[in-house]
């Protein structure tokens, strides 16, 4: 069992940047893969990106995001730069506890999921 709370969205102006934030308990970064994940209005979830019990990180086509943990921390962030309106959506972090060593970004891959966070781009 993993638990996961996700933070740092808001309302952001087009071009600019923010973090966000899961905060994983009940199991430690190096044993699960982790993943970000955005669904807008209307559209279907997909993958952002995604990272490995080993480190290993892997995102979609945009490589303005970039996903990393701090195990420490037991956190896994998502720096989002020069934003644009069609980023808007709702942000999900998720959690593979099998701990896969390769991610393709199918949702299925994934069991846990927390309960996303609001990002607002304006134009």
């Known amino acids: 069992q993993v638990q996961l709370v996700e933070s740092g969205g808001g309302l952001v102006q087009g071009g600019g940047s923010l973090r966000l934030s899961c905060a994983a308990s009940?199991?430690?970064?190096?044993?699960?893969?982790m993943g970000w994940f955005r669904q807008a209005p209307g559209k279907e979830r997909e993958f952002v990106a995604a990272?490995?019990?080993?480190?290993t990180s892997t995102s979609n086509a945009n490589s303005r995001f970039t996903i990393s943990r701090d195990n420490a921390k037991n956190i896994v962030y998502l720096q989002m730069n020069n934003l644009k309106p069609e980023d808007t959506a709702v942000y999900y972090c998720?959690?593979?506890?099998?701990?896969?060593?390769?991610?393709?970004?199918?949702?299925?891959?994934?069991?846990?999921w927390g309960q996303g966070t609001q990002v607002t781009v304006s134009s």
């Open positions: 009940g199991r430690t970064l190096n044993t699960i893969g």
């Open positions: 998720a959690a593979d506890l099998m701990g896969r060593s390769y991610y393709s970004g199918r949702k299925t891959d994934f069991g846990s």
């Open positions: 990272i490995t019990r080993s480190g």
